[in-house]
């Protein structure tokens, strides 16, 4: 038995190594996503008027962008502004009615300076680009998807990745029980030979290193099946054991790309008719985003105060879902209820970014991101180092056998 897993971890391991190692690498630089990208992109988050000027309100500014860009329809528009800080939107194409297909801006996301409403910067998030503007979407991307196309409406690049997780879970228990060969020399999978260096530094960096960060790991590994194979997977999964709320969005066929489900109601009919239900049910965190799915005709409203947007502690902002058209509230996502099921896929995402705890998980986070691109490329050099004692000990036996035929 122990052979057999050791040829699935050996196998596993190569087979995830350079996907996790870049993985971890872009892990640990994401954590830092929003600090990284505004220090690099100035032009994208401070605005030129300042902070002295009243700004203008964001649903205003939405409107004035869409009636001077037909070509586009804003998708996500954060409710707060920032004193000194451009308003950054994020837009969808619209359909091109000569053609029948999508508009082609070239940009997704575009800053705008909230007391003047002039464009001070425009990009197109998650473009293969290692400029300054698209460096951080570019590695936030490739984190999860390697920037592999998608086809036929079919996500390859994040089914990839799935895949790759499942592998890493089921390798992090055999890898465990690998790490413990007999109960008496259990502290040996604990312990570093800092002193000799060399190989058994590195088999101690790849075994007690993981040994240490176990639990962290599979919590990674397992996050990662619900962030790229949610619905696929994990949802299937996780409702075996405990009931689960239907998900507004996977309850619905999303149209095609080119014809998007224009809503009838406005956003700030939407706006309203969100703080409604809201008040009523007791909530006193003001709306601070709004988003619209075209291809699922949902809004969706988000409540948390000024500057909580990414959700840090806990997990995570309240949403409440409006159909575009009817008004009605399609659904609710709000953490910390329901069922066992549900509370437990609430947590993936908080759990794998850290921001359940905060920013000490985030810290974290970025560390274990390191961690793993080390026991990638350490669990490589070990097999290298074994695959070229083999093929010595081969290249010998010819000569070896000719002496003693000798």
């Given at each position: 038995?122990?052979?057999?897993?050791?040829?699935?971890?050996?196998?596993?391991?190569?087979?995830?190594?350079?996907?996790?190692?870049?993985?971890?690498?872009?892990?640990?630089?994401?954590?830092?996503?929003?600090?990284?990208?505004?220090?690099?992109?100035?032009?994208?988050?401070?605005?030129?008027?300042?902070?002295?000027?009243?700004?203008?309100?964001?649903?205003?500014?939405?409107?004035?962008?869409?009636?001077?860009?037909?070509?586009?329809?804003?998708?996500?528009?954060?409710?707060?502004?920032?004193?000194?800080?451009?308003?950054?939107?994020?837009?969808?194409?619209?359909?091109?009615?000569?053609?029948?297909?999508?508009?082609?801006?070239?940009?997704?996301?575009?800053?705008?300076?909230?007391?003047?409403?002039?464009?001070?910067?425009?990009?197109?998030?998650?473009?293969?680009?290692?400029?300054?503007?698209?460096?951080?979407?570019?590695?936030?991307?490739?984190?999860?998807?390697?920037?592999?196309?998608?086809?036929?409406?079919?996500?390859?690049?994040?089914?990839?990745?799935?895949?790759?997780?499942?592998?890493?879970?089921?390798?992090?228990?055999?890898?465990?029980?690998?790490?413990?060969?007999?109960?008496?020399?259990?502290?040996?999978?604990?312990?570093?030979?800092?002193?000799?260096?060399?190989?058994?530094?590195?088999?101690?960096?790849?075994?007690?290193?993981?040994?240490?960060?176990?639990?962290?790991?599979?919590?990674l590994a397992t996050t990662s099946i619900s962030m790229n194979l949610g619905d696929q997977i994990m949802r299937p999964v996780v409702s075996f054991f405990s009931p689960l709320t239907p998900n507004v969005f996977s309850t619905r066929t999303a149209a095609p790309l080119n014809q998007p489900i224009e809503p009838s109601i406005t956003r700030e009919r939407a706006i309203a008719l969100a703080q409604s239900d809201a008040t009523s049910r007791g909530w006193t965190a003001p709306p601070g985003g709004i988003f619209y799915s075209a291809r699922h005709g949902i809004y969706g409203v988000g409540f948390f105060e000024p500057g909580q947007d990414h959700g840090d502690g806990?997990?995570?902002?309240?949403?409440?879902?409006?159909?575009?058209?009817?008004?009605?509230?399609?659904?609710?996502?709000?953490?910390?209820?329901?069922?066992?099921?549900?509370?437990?896929?609430?947590?993936?995402?908080?759990?794998?970014?850290?921001?359940?705890?905060?920013?000490?998980?985030?810290?974290?986070?970025?560390?274990?991101?390191?961690?793993?691109?080390?026991?990638?490329?350490?669990?490589?050099?070990?097999?290298?180092?074994?695959?070229?004692?083999?093929?010595?000990?081969?290249?010998?036996?010819?000569?070896?056998?000719?002496?003693?035929?000798?």
């Amino acid at each position: 038995m122990r052979a057999a897993f050791g040829i699935f971890h050996r196998w596993a391991g190569l087979f995830a190594a350079l996907f996790l190692f870049v993985s971890g690498l872009t892990g640990a630089v994401i954590s830092w996503d929003h600090e990284l990208d505004e220090w690099l992109n100035p032009v994208l988050f401070d605005a030129k008027s300042g902070a002295t000027q009243s700004p203008i309100p964001p649903l205003e500014l939405a409107r004035r962008v869409e009636a001077s860009e037909p070509r586009v329809r804003v998708n996500y528009l954060p409710l707060f502004i920032e004193p000194g800080h451009t308003l950054s939107m994020s837009v969808d194409a619209r359909v091109n009615p000569a053609t029948g297909q999508l508009f082609e801006p070239g940009f997704n996301q575009m800053a705008l300076d909230p007391a003047t409403g002039l464009v001070q910067g425009t990009r197109e998030w998650g473009a293969i680009s290692l400029s300054r503007e698209n460096l951080l979407p570019f590695l936030y991307k490739l984190h999860y998807s390697l920037h592999i196309p998608d086809r036929w409406d079919i996500e390859f690049g994040m089914w990839l990745m799935g895949l790759v997780a499942i592998v890493w879970t089921l390798d992090c228990f055999i890898a465990l029980w690998l790490s413990f060969p007999s109960r008496k020399s259990w502290r040996k999978s604990f312990a570093f030979r800092w002193r000799q260096g060399g190989h058994k530094l590195n088999f101690d960096l790849h075994r007690s290193g993981g040994v240490w960060v176990w639990a962290l790991l599979l919590i990674l590994a397992t996050t990662s099946i619900s962030m790229n194979l949610g619905d696929q997977i994990m949802r299937p999964v996780v409702s075996f054991f405990s009931p689960l709320t239907p998900n507004v969005f996977s309850t619905r066929t999303a149209a095609p790309l080119n014809q998007p489900i224009e809503p009838s109601i406005t956003r700030e009919r939407a706006i309203a008719l969100a703080q409604s239900d809201a008040t009523s049910r007791g909530w006193t965190a003001p709306p601070g985003g709004i988003f619209y799915s075209a291809r699922h005709g949902i809004y969706g409203v988000g409540f948390f105060e000024p500057g909580q947007d990414h959700g840090d502690g806990g997990l995570g902002n309240p949403w409440l879902y409006i159909d575009g058209r009817t008004g009605a509230l399609a659904g609710t996502n709000i953490p910390g209820t329901g069922s066992a099921g549900d509370i437990f896929l609430q947590a993936q995402f908080p759990l794998h970014s850290g921001r359940i705890l905060g920013l000490p998980g985030r810290i974290m986070i970025s560390l274990m991101g390191l961690g793993v691109a080390m026991l990638s490329a350490t669990g490589v050099i070990i097999w290298m180092r074994k695959r070229r004692a083999q093929m010595r000990a081969a290249s010998l036996q010819p000569a070896r056998s000719a002496a003693v035929a000798a």
